[in-house]
């Protein structure tokens, strides 16, 4: 199925959650025809059309709704933290010079494009420059807090 062009993430999210409730409705009607008719073997409904046909569907479904909310957190996850850098940026012009951002270290899920694709090498070059600017001379980090001074 995939993303509709000029289909907003929102937009695709609902459509794929739409897809996978009736998907899941398509394999009870599925299990009600299989129990109506009354076979007993465990094996039968793998065999049956109909009922395979219904779970390749909700897999399909699921891979699908799974694709899409994954796409939504990254782009609220994006939007909220871009928000928040153009806040503390507005508020350092208005002459408070103190951010009120936190530094923090890179990490590779800022550096991905549009094909969900990281660019490593810009990564672990933002990574070493923060790396220099936050350590002290002969000082080890801590690989659990990124954060030196806290």
Do not use: C
Request: a negative charge; hydrophobic letters at 30%.
């Amino acid at each position: 199925m995939g993303r509709h062009p000029g289909e907003s993430i929102e937009q695709w999210f609902e459509r794929s959650s739409k897809e996978y409730h009736a998907a899941w409705d398509a394999l009870g009607a599925e299990r009600r025809r299989i129990s109506m008719i009354g076979y007993s073997t465990d094996l039968y409904p793998l065999l049956d059309e109909g009922y395979d046909g219904a779970m390749d569907r909700l897999e399909a479904a699921d891979a699908e709704r799974g694709d899409a909310a994954v796409a939504l957190d990254r782009e609220r996850r994006h939007t909220e933290e871009a928000k928040r850098m153009r806040d503390d940026l507005d508020r350092r012009r208005m002459g408070d010079d103190q951010s009120t951002e936190r530094s923090r270290r890179p990490v590779y899920e800022d550096f991905r494009d549009g094909n969900n694709e990281v660019d490593w090498a810009e990564f672990r070059a933002a990574a070493a420059a923060w790396d220099r600017a936050h350590t002290a001379p002969g000082s080890v980090q801590d690989p659990f807090n990124n954060l030196p001074g806290e």
